[in-house]
Nanobody, 130 residues
Framework: QLQLVESGGGLVQPGGSLRLSCAAS????????IGWFRQAPGKERQGVSC????????ANVDSVKGRFTISRDNAKNTVYLQMSSLKPEDTGIYYC???????????????????????WGRGTQVTVSS
């Protein structure tokens, strides 16, 4: 059973940066696509960034393009989300999510949908405020 643990959240001023980490255990990430989702207060959880299992494909929603970068280190079984130029509207709980591929290809944009997720982490709070 795959387990995901997020870390790296915190309070940051507008324009600042944070790097979130998602450490996996219980299985290796080689066969998983990974996504980062966020849930703002009073809003639904939404996908923001995702990466394929082989690190060749990534996708980001328009609101974070040019500011967020997703990457993975399969040797460390860890996925990262580098966030820069943070805005107050980036505030929320950030969740790491995984979908097992069983060797089959996946349209990477599918990984931005909650329905595609097999495993969730518990989340880490990001607050962007002055």
């Amino acid at each position: 059973q795959l387990q995901l643990v997020e870390s790296g959240g915190g309070l940051v001023q507008p324009g600042g940066s944070l790097r979130l980490s998602c450490a996996a255990s219980g299985d290796t990430l080689d066969d998983y696509a990974i996504g980062w989702f966020r849930q703002a207060p009073g809003k639904e959880r939404q996908g923001v960034s995702c990466i394929s299992n082989n690190d060749r494909n990534t996708a980001n929603v328009d609101s974070v393009k040019g500011r967020f970068t997703i990457s993975r280190d399969n040797a460390k079984n860890t996925v990262y989300l580098q966030m820069s130029s943070l805005k107050p509207e980036d505030t929320g709980i950030y969740y790491c999510a995984a979908r097992r591929l069983y060797g089959r290809p996946l349209n990477i944009w599918t990984m931005l949908k909650s329905a595609a997720v097999d495993y969730w982490g518990r989340g880490t709070q990001v607050t962007v405020s002055s």
